[in-house]
């Protein structure tokens, strides 16, 4: 795979010259910080530069960040350059580019599901919420997912039709999506190759997994803003760029705002804001287009409940943007010195417990938890959501050993054949470093502090997911209680995918059942572990 340099997007000399106001960013920066919501970074661009923009230590502008679902509008636009060069159509049968899942049987629906049904989240399947991605069968386990309705007829939010629409590409192509992608829309775009998540096979995940920072967010955004354009050249077919982003699926039955207002080839039209459109990923990742502006917003945040993002984000844009020859006065606020001291929050400075040095030198063995191995979700340094989906979860901490020094906290792990060991710093600061689970290559951030004199907690940062995990050691004697938590709560999450549930299973009995059972799903996943001083 080549390597690509990164180019820059122009930048404005203030956000007033490119039509922007100092004052209302200002506000909406103060009123996510109010509402709680953590955000990670922002751009906002109008004709064509870079307005304003805030990276909230640790995260930079080349940090690469977790889009979850904003990879299906790039798994869409691969689509779209393999429609513009002949390679398939809109109109394919999914079962004839997989001629070996046909059943002896024959079976309507499927005969009659086409690739623009997988685009526009109509194929009809409804495949389990708890799909077990460590095994290597994803296209089988789509096509043995249950009907709920014959294609072309329901809206339903399925991750695993894109996943298709990779497999797809994958046969047609002869290449990876990402190899696909690259001279076509990487490299005009100066995007170096970015991670994608993939199945057993190397085929991309589709629907999540892409990694990005938001510097290559905003060139993607802007790209299809501009029908296709991108510093006079045609990078995305125009036509594309117009038919991806307007309404192909009625989506009205969804009950929140945005989520409501329809559905394009992997985009979404914005019920908040008129004649708006947006690319989106869970944890509000967004790419939103304001047509009638000529501007751009891309924020990454880790706000488990997105439409409490949108609103926010509603009650600010776009009156953000100034109309052509408004006269502005100097701004009354220093909006540049805000976004440089923009930082989320560390452990405070640590003490120095009299345990260290008992602890020095020794090995904590875990008790490994059996049943949530059993139902495959062992618990990792890696928040749930960033192993939810992958085809490796990593798991089970253990072998933990803590060495101290004057600021800083060394923690080494091992989690099956994985072994990492980071740097934690107990001065307020963090460290930097890198770690490999589940077969994927982080870096992170960490720091440590010690809460009485046998509490002990640790955060780790993975940059490129959304979340913190915080592991909480309790020593007593020998005997060490180790509780994990995760920034953003993982029972928040629960409880957000419990209130989305009816818009994803339609059957009001099994949504009721799995409501409950998110409800508590969360108690399991993040189990007291009990271990020793060895």
Same mark, same amino acid.
């Given at each position: ?5 990164? *180019? ?11 039509? $922007? @106001?100092? $004052? ?7 009123? &996510? ?11 906002? #661009? ?23 679902? $904003?990879?299906? @509008? ?10 513009? =060069? ?34 526009? &989240? ?5 495949? %389990? ?26 809206? +339903?939010?399925?991750? =695993? ?7 797809? #590409? ?5 290449? %990876?999506?990402?190899?696909? +992608?690259?001279?076509?829309?990487? =490299?005009? #775009?100066?995007?170096? $190759? ?16 892409? &990694? ?60 908040? @804001?008129?004649?708006?459109?947006? @690319? ?27 439409? *409490? ?12 943007? #100034? ?30 417990? !009299? ?33 939810? &989906? ?58 440590? !502090?010690?809460?009485? =004199? ?51 299973? *339609?059957?009001?009995?099994? %949504?009721?059942?799995?409501?409950? !059972? ?5 108690? +399991? ?10």
């Amino acid at each position: 795979m080549r390597v690509l340099e990164r *180019k820059y997007l122009p930048r404005s000399a203030s956000p007033e010259e490119a039509g $922007v @106001s100092s $004052v209302a960013v200002a506000a909406f920066m103060e009123d &996510m910080r109010k509402s709680g919501i953590e955000t990670h970074s922002f751009m906002i #661009l109008r004709h064509g530069k870079v307005a304003a923009e805030c990276f909230f230590a640790p995260f930079t502008r080349d940090t690469p960040h977790a889009m979850y679902s $904003v990879s299906k @509008s790039f798994t869409s636009t691969a689509i779209g350059f393999a429609v513009e =060069e002949g390679l398939l159509s809109l109109e394919d049968k999914v079962i004839d580019f997989f001629p070996e899942y046909r059943p002896k049987e024959p079976d309507a629906r499927l005969e009659k599901m086409t690739v623009r049904h997988l685009l526009t &989240m109509t194929s009809g399947k409804n495949p %389990s919420l708890l799909l077990d991605k460590t095994k290597n069968r994803w296209v089988k386990d789509f096509f043995d997912a249950p009907w709920i309705s014959d294609p072309g007829e329901m809206f +339903l939010y399925v991750s =695993e039709n894109i996943y298709m629409l990779c497999a797809i #590409l994958v046969r047609v192509t002869g290449t %990876s999506v990402t190899e696909f +992608l690259t001279p076509r829309l990487y =490299e005009p #775009l100066g995007i170096p $190759v970015p991670y994608w998540e993939t199945d057993h096979n190397g085929i991309e995940a589709g629907g999540w997994g892409l &990694m990005l920072p938001v510097e290559d967010f905003a060139k993607f955004t802007l790209c299809y803003a501009q029908e296709g354009l991108y510093e006079g050249r045609q990078v995305i077919p125009a036509w594309w760029a117009r038919e991806a982003t307007a309404i192909h699926s009625d989506n009205s039955a969804n009950q929140s705002l945005d989520a409501r207002a329809g559905y394009g080839y992997c985009f979404w039209q914005c019920g908040g @804001s008129q004649n708006t459109y947006r @690319s989106d990923g869970m944890f509000s990742q967004f790419g939103i287009v304001f047509r009638d502006y000529d501007a751009q917003l891309v924020i990454n945040c880790s706000e488990v409940d997105e439409q *409490k993002t949108r609103d926010c984000i509603w009650r600010h844009f776009p009156r953000v943007f #100034l109309t052509e020859g408004e006269s502005v006065a100097a701004p009354a606020v220093d909006l540049k010195a805000m976004c440089a001291g923009a930082a989320l929050p560390a452990q405070q400075v640590s003490f120095h417990s !009299a345990l260290e040095k008992r602890i020095e030198g020794k090995t904590i063995r875990m008790r490994k938890k059996i049943l949530i191995n059993l139902i495959g979700f062992p618990t990792s340094v890696l928040p749930f959501a960033a192993t939810y &989906m992958t085809k490796d979860r990593a798991g089970n901490i253990d072998r933990i050993r803590l060495h101290f020094a004057e600021n800083e906290c060394i923690m080494a792990w091992a989690e099956g054949d994985e072994e990492n060991s980071v740097v934690c710093g107990m001065d307020g600061h963090y460290r930097y470093g890198q770690i490999r689970l589940g077969q994927i290559d982080y870096t992170v951030c960490c720091t440590a !502090a010690w809460k009485d =004199e046998k509490t002990l907690d640790i955060w780790i940062r993975p940059l490129q997911t959304i979340a913190v995990r915080k592991l909480n050691f309790v020593f007593r004697g020998n005997r060490v209680r180790m509780t994990p938590r995760t920034t953003p709560p993982l029972k928040d999450m629960a409880y957000n995918v419990a209130e989305g549930i009816d818009d994803l299973v *339609k059957n009001s009995l099994l %949504s009721n059942l799995l409501k409950k !059972a998110m409800h508590q799903v969360w108690r +399991l996943v993040e189990p007291v572990h009990k271990g020793k001083l060895v």
